[in-house]
């Protein structure tokens, strides 16, 4: 028997993402959720982020994209979409909101996805790109392409649900500010951007630990 084979793949570092015209994701919360819930880097497990603050839930599948990382390369759009050269990347795998019709009533899955679009947002001086797709094969989203194909009340709830959930309540200042809406053909290169942002941290923390 080979034991390799009976040990979960970590979520961010051994699941393939597949490619950027069809995305694998490892979804963290889903609508139902009244808590935020979030991939430990260190062990690979779902743990408690926070408790929502308001009674605003997210409005779609949510998580991020395997083997992609938001560095230099993910911030350098942000830079040229605001002719800045602060905005760095967050850190963190890129996030993604999964479309669908169905009622998935937990997270830890893995979902197939066609990415349709993105927002761009800015946490602070940091690039914190949303990637919007749609489950594949969904009966409802599974034929959409581009973000332009979403009634527009849907794109406003994203934007919203993303520009108020990490506000403090009581606090007057809002920590996310919204940038832009982009397409399917900038959310492929914003993926794209992202695998090669992971790639270069693999390698240079392996180059760390010669």
């Known amino acids: 028997m080979d034991y390799n084979k009976l040990h979960k793949a970590h979520p961010w570092h051994g699941i393939d993402p597949g490619n950027p015209e069809e995305i694998r994701a490892f979804i963290e919360i889903v609508p139902t959720d009244t808590v ?17 603050k308001f009674s605003n839930i997210v409005p779609s599948l949510y998580g991020f994209i395997p083997r992609t990382y938001c560095g230099e390369r993910m911030a350098e759009l942000s830079n040229k979409a ?10 963190d795998p890129l996030d993604i909101c999964v479309l669908t019709e169905k009622d998935v009533t937990h997270g830890d899955i893995i979902v ?19 990637i919007i797709a749609v489950l594949k094969n969904d009966a409802i989203y599974g034929d959409m392409t581009d973000i332009e194909q979403l009634p527009t009340r849907i794109v406003r709830r ?3 649900y993303f520009t108020t ?5 009581g ?4 920590r996310m500010r919204f940038v832009s809406i982009y397409g399917a053909e ?13 790639d270069q941290l693999v390698s240079q923390q392996q180059m760390g630990e010669e």
């Open 36 to 52: 935020k819930y979030e991939v430990d880097k260190i062990t690979g497990y779902l743990s408690l982020d926070r408790p929502q």
């Open 82 to 91: 605001l002719a800045r050269f602060d905005v760095e990347g967050d850190g």
């Open 112 to 130: 197939r996805t066609r990415p349709i679009g993105g927002i761009r947002l800015l946490d602070h001086n940091q690039a914190d790109d949303k």
């Open 158 to 160: 994203l934007i919203h």
């Open 165 to 169: 959930y990490k506000d403090i309540p």
């Open 171 to 174: 606090e007057n200042t809002q």
């Open 186 to 198: 900038v959310a492929r290169d914003v993926i794209r951007r992202s695998m090669d942002d992971y």
